[in-house]
């Protein structure tokens, strides 16, 4: 069985360790994987989430999802409590367990997967994703009923940018070319304009360029990702955080 743990613990942390630790302490049988999102970054975990789980790979995983920003509520919080767990058991076979918080689940939701609420603690420990969640994780995948009752997840972010890559490739949630191939359009990322060439491949414009095309990632159909060839999109456009709008004009 494979896991793949998408959290914002950051690279190389000691909780990835821990987390992994507890994993192989309840699921000895499984690999458990990383996949690092930026510190509150529920809209580029929901895209990971739903890249991961939606896509080919063995029906024995389970992608485990931990972004919990605790912006449910402002008020003071007892005894660490933050957003609940859910979960969505796919026709393939595969288990997404994670935290719903933000957009976490929503890119999954859209693609018409039901998402259930897990009958599991939301607090008792401020590090709830070793301490409590994992526990869940290993009941669900040996078949224990802990399933609620099914979640309204809010939509995820329309035209923006949904995540970075390791190339400063800004992966969005454009899915239809706004031009035809070939054209020439400006592309407002936050405070930052820059011109970019709509094209059917991510590569098909000379070295230095910007290019706007279905790129890598997507079920069913491709996300639009802007690419500068030879450089960074992502350092063009100042860093942008997932969620920021992607505007384009012609």
């Known amino acids: 069985m494979l896991i793949t743990v998408v959290a914002d613990y950051g690279v190389g942390d000691l909780a990835f360790a821990e987390v992994r630790q507890r994993f192989a302490q309840l699921m000895p049988q499984a690999e458990v994987t990383a996949v690092p999102v930026p510190a509150f970054d529920t809209v580029g975990a929901g895209f990971c989430v739903a890249q991961l789980a939606l896509t080919e790979g063995p029906a024995d995983r389970i992608v485990f999802a931990n972004v919990a920003p605790r912006e449910d509520e402002d008020s003071p919080r007892a005894d660490n409590a933050g957003e609940p767990l859910a979960a969505a058991h796919l026709d393939s076979g595969v288990w997404v367990v994670g935290v719903a918080s933000g957009s976490s689940l929503s890119f999954l939701a859209a693609a018409g997967i039901p998402v259930r609420?897990?009958?599991?603690?939301?607090a008792g420990s401020q590090f709830r994703s070793r301490d409590v969640f994992p526990a869940a994780v290993a009941a669900l995948a040996r078949g224990d009923d802990l399933l609620g009752a099914e979640l309204t997840m809010p939509p995820p972010p329309a035209n923006a940018v949904v995540y970075t890559d390791g190339y400063g490739n800004l992966k969005t949630s454009w899915h239809e070319p706004p031009a035809k191939p070939g054209s020439r359009v400006r592309v407002q990322v936050g405070p930052t304009t820059t011109e970019a060439?709509?094209?059917?491949?991510?590569?098909?414009?000379?070295?230095?360029?910007?290019?706007?095309a279905p790129g890598s990632s997507g079920w069913g159909e491709p996300f639009y990702e802007l690419l500068l060839r030879g450089g960074s999109a992502a350092a063009r456009f100042g860093h942008p955080r997932s969620g920021t709008p992607v505007r384009i004009v012609p």
Do not use: L, W
């Open 117 to 122: 609420a897990v009958k599991a603690a939301d």
């Open 197 to 212: 060439i709509v094209t059917d491949g991510v590569f098909t414009v000379p070295a230095g360029a910007m290019s706007f």
